[in-house]
């Protein structure tokens, strides 16, 4: 019998439509910034790489989106946690470009907030 949570209606049971959706595209988005990134940690990519590491940022942000949507829905369900995530990147972005944050900065919140905004477009489209 599915353990579904008292205060969010939410059922903890087996792995809904949109968790294992989430999780698939969080792999995929590991396994592309691991292949953008050339094997190197993150944190030895610097902006001499040019338009490059805007791309591994922005790489980065939709892993790092996807793996906040994930630990989000351990809590609530999926409308609610999507809503949540989206506006957090949202807000981020915005922060970013309104302090002049580095392109890195500011590409790493697109990815993120691309990424969120797909898998609202893919949700949509699925429930038509």
């Known amino acids: ?61 939709a892993a790092a989106a996807l793996a906040d949507l994930r630990n989000a829905l351990t809590t609530s369900g999926p409308p609610g946690a999507l809503d949540r995530a989206t506006a957090k990147w949202r807000d981020d972005l915005a922060r970013h470009n309104a302090r002049g944050s580095s392109t890195a900065w500011i590409s790493y919140a697109q990815g993120g907030l691309a990424m969120l905004e797909d898998l609202r477009s893919t949700m949509a489209e699925e429930h038509r």
């Open 1 to 61: 019998m599915p353990h579904v949570d008292e205060f969010t209606g939410y059922d903890r049971g087996m792995p809904d439509e949109f968790s294992v959706l989430v999780n698939a595209r969080l792999d995929e988005a590991r396994l592309l910034l691991m292949e953008a990134a050339d094997g190197r940690p993150l944190c030895r990519i610097d902006d001499g790489a040019g338009h490059r590491v805007e791309s591994i940022k922005f790489r980065e942000g």
